[in-house]
C-alpha cells in the first residue's frame, strides 16, 4: 500500500490557473474575475508610474506664477495618478478612480478629439498624440467590472440588520 498517497482533501489546489483567473472569485474579490482585477491592477500602476512622474515632475519643477487652468490640470492628475498606487493594492476599493480616468478621457474624445477627427483635422494637430494616448481607454472599459460597478455604486447595497 501506497502510504504516500494523498486523500483529496490533503491535496492542495493551485489557486493560479488560467481556467480560474475567467471565473468569479466570491472568496477574494467579491464575485469579480480575477482577469478584471489583473488587468485593472495593471492599469493602476501604468497610471501611477506614468501620470504620477510626468505630473509632479512638472508641479515640483514649476516656476513662477502659475496659469490657474494649467494647474488645477497638473494638481488633478498628479492627485488621480497618486491615488491610483492604493488600486494596486485595493483594487475594488478604488475602482471610482478608473471610473474618474474613463469618464475624463472618454469624454476629452468625444468633445476634443472626435470634431477635429470628423473635420479631418485630428492628424497633425496639437491634440493628435493625445488622442492616440486616451483610445487606450477602451481596455479598462472591458475590463471594468461593470455588474459589479453597479451593485455598488448605483444600486449601493443597503446593510440588512
Known sequence: MNTTAQ?????K???????????PDYEHYEGVRRINIYVMR???ALMFVFVA???WT??????????????????????????ALLGVFHTLRMLPVMLFMIFYKG???????????????L???????????????????LFM??????????LIETKKK
Open 58 to 83: 512638472v508641479i515640483l519643477t514649476h516656476e513662477g506664477a502659475w496659469d490657474p487652468t494649467r494647474a488645477v490640470a497638473w494638481c488633478t492628475w498628479a492627485a488621480y495618478s497618486t491615488l
Open 145 to 154: 467590472p461593470w455588474k459589479y460597478v453597479f451593485k455598488k455604486y448605483i
Open 53 to 55: 512622474t510626468d505630473s
Open 107 to 121: 469624454l476629452w474624445l468625444i468633445v476634443v478629439a472626435y470634431p477635429l477627427w470628423s473635420a479631418g483635422t
Open 42 to 44: 495593471l492599469f493602476f
Open 7 to 11: 486523500t483529496p482533501q490533503q491535496q
Open 13 to 23: 489546489q493551485s489557486k493560479f490557473s488560467i481556467k480560474n483567473i475567467f471565473v
Open 123 to 141: 492628424k497633425g494637430s496639437p491634440a493628435e498624440e493625445m488622442a492616440y494616448i486616451f483610445s487606450g481607454i477602451i481596455i479598462p472599459i
